[in-house]
């Protein structure tokens, strides 16, 4: 027999109460593995999928610019628009390698039951976009339409297939699928740009234009080349992620203050059970200090207690963390103002060393106390009221 | 023969609101290796007191408490642990066995406070020298009251103490078990160990080789 074999002996005295303090600390453990594999994944997903676009800068027409970069990558109407010629600008200027004109129309459909959101893209898109992988071909002609993975599953179609999209009274050929990218680029419906111009009413019109470099070290010049042409806005790609995370800054304080109120609750419940255990069991701690134990050995024992709880809710926590991530995931969705690609809960070794080393704080902590007052017995204890 | 435990003029007062008690009023003793000593006495004597007080649960207002030739009265709590470990095994009327632990687990549990950490053989051995060998694993709750009493007498001999002390040991059991118990510390007695037992029972006081009487904290024969 060891001390801690003694310790988790002592625990099994009350099998329920450890029990529940056990998942006390595991709720609190999973919280904190959660949020944390949330912070590392979304920074991560968000950086990604600014990478992944290929962009460089966005540049819109007069206001928000973060608003117009976000549009392009999310969908969404922008109800003022460049003139195509800025296209043109923006492709002779010094340092740009590539650039692409995007129209972003969303339209309800008849029975209004949801919103369609139609992407116009040029044919320099792909080349800004090359994680796009495309089943099938690229637009053939203006009646050629390309579905992204979610919209081809809803509307069960498949390349070589007709669709008709009610709201614009016309039928496409479906000429290609845009393989899953977990973003919402499979949401999309992609036209033609003068097919979208066309059918939105919006002839030589453009929501935004994403630009590539020859040399992102020249992003600065090329950026203040770009906004020397009139009504234009440019926005770097990574000011971007920089802004949308400062957007998410309230999602991650009222998450962080959940934790808290968490860690709290755990803490003290802990702190309850050992104290409890504690306060009944102090003839034992006197005969154990009467046979020879030293403030400390009672001490040690009284926080290996704590810290076994605390394993074993670390435990439990991470394990109920990594298996209710995609539940998780979708729950946290729900209250974010952006969601980049991918997944957005990402647990790494960081994120498990961070969870156990507070746990294992937060047991320290809550038996600190306990442990104390039990070291304090005094052996006389043990005997008096014999 | 050498003492192991000696008294000299030893006094015990405590306070009780304004009243001032002397449970421990003046005594000398001297317990030499291998007696076995009972003390007898009414409730209220100060039996009990003196056990704590030769046991180093307690110290003296003032005299001297020599345990193994260690001036126990003139230490520090730590150093009073480490004597209590090292030097003493305690038996009580309540076994104060561990209700998880079994009656092997027990026995060691001294040990692990101890500066000798594998004691299960010699564990194993004492359960054996007490009568309890086959029943090692049994938990406290499935042991009879004289099984439990024998389960804590091989625990307070785990660490090898020159001297037993044991507070009531039989109080709790029927005669059987009780005539059991002290025939055990005979056995024990016979080989070298220093027993003194504090009990009510003078029959079973009788089966001591010397009996010393209490009386409002004073020996009285």
Known sequence: ?386 | MNNIVELKNVVKIYHRGDEELHPIDGIDLAVGEGDFVSIVGPSGSGKTTLLYLIGCVDTPTSGAVIIDAVKTSELKENDLARVRSGKIGFVFQQFFLLPTLTALENVELPALFSEHKAKEERARELLNVVGLSGREHHLPAHLSGGEMQRVAIARALINDPKLLLADEPTGNLDTANAEAIFGLFEKLSYRGLTIIAVTHNMELAGRAQIIRHLKDGRFVD
Request: aromatic share 8%; glycine share 8%.
């Open chain 1, 1 to 386: 027999m060891t001390i801690v074999s003694l310790a988790i002996k002592n625990l099994k005295r009350h099998r329920i109460r450890t029990l529940l303090t056990i998942l006390g600390v595991a709720i609190a453990a999973a919280t904190l593995f959660s949020i944390l594999s949330f912070d590392v994944g979304y920074r991560k997903a968000l950086h990604e999928e600014v990478a992944n676009t290929g962009i460089n800068l966005f540049v819109s027409t007069e206001g928000c610019p973060l608003e117009a970069a976000s549009l392009i990558i999310h969908g969404g109407e922008i109800p003022k628009f460049l003139s195509m010629e800025r296209l043109k600008e923006v492709k002779s200027v010094e340092g740009v390698k590539q650039a692409g004109g995007f129209l972003i129309f969303s339209l309800p459909t008849p029975d209004g039951s949801k919103v369609d959101l139609f992407y116009g893209i040029s044919d320099d898109v792909p080349k800004l976009k090359p994680n796009w992988k495309i089943r099938g071909s690229w637009f053939k002609d203006e009646n050629s339409i390309i579905l992204g993975s979610e919209v081809a599953r809803v509307e069960k179609r498949d390349v070589g297939d007709k669709i008709y999209i009610e709201s614009l009274n016309k039928e496409f050929n479906v000429v290609g699928i845009l393989e899953r990218t977990y973003g919402q680029d499979d949401g999309f419906y992609y036209l033609p740009l003068a097919t979208a111009q066309k059918y939105f009413r919006k002839e030589g019109k453009l929501t935004a234009i994403g630009v590539q470099l020859f040399d992102v070290t020249q992003l600065e010049s090329v950026k203040n080349k770009l906004e020397t042409l009139p009504d234009v806005y440019v926005v770097p790609a990574k000011d971007m992620s920089k802004q949308i995370l400062e957007l998410i800054g309230g999602t991650k304080a009222l998450m962080y203050s959940v934790l808290l109120i968490a860690l709290f609750v755990s803490g003290l419940g802990l702190l309850n059970t050992i104290l409890m255990a504690t306060f009944e069991r102090q003839k034992e701690f006197g005969y154990i200090r009467c046979v020879g134990a030293q403030p400390f050995d009672v001490m040690k024992l009284v926080i290996l207690e704590t810290l076994a709880i605390c394993l074993l809710g670390i435990v439990l926590g991470i394990a109920g963390g990594l298996g209710l991530s995609v539940s998780i995931e979708h729950w946290i969705r729900q209250f974010l103002p952006y969601i980049p690609a991918g997944r957005l809960l990402r647990p790494d070794a960081f994120v498990v060393l961070i969870t156990v080393g507070a746990t294992l704080t937060l047991g320290i902590i809550a038996g600190l106390y306990p442990s104390y007052r039990a070291s304090k017995i005094s052996p006389m204890e043990a005997i008096r009221n014999e």
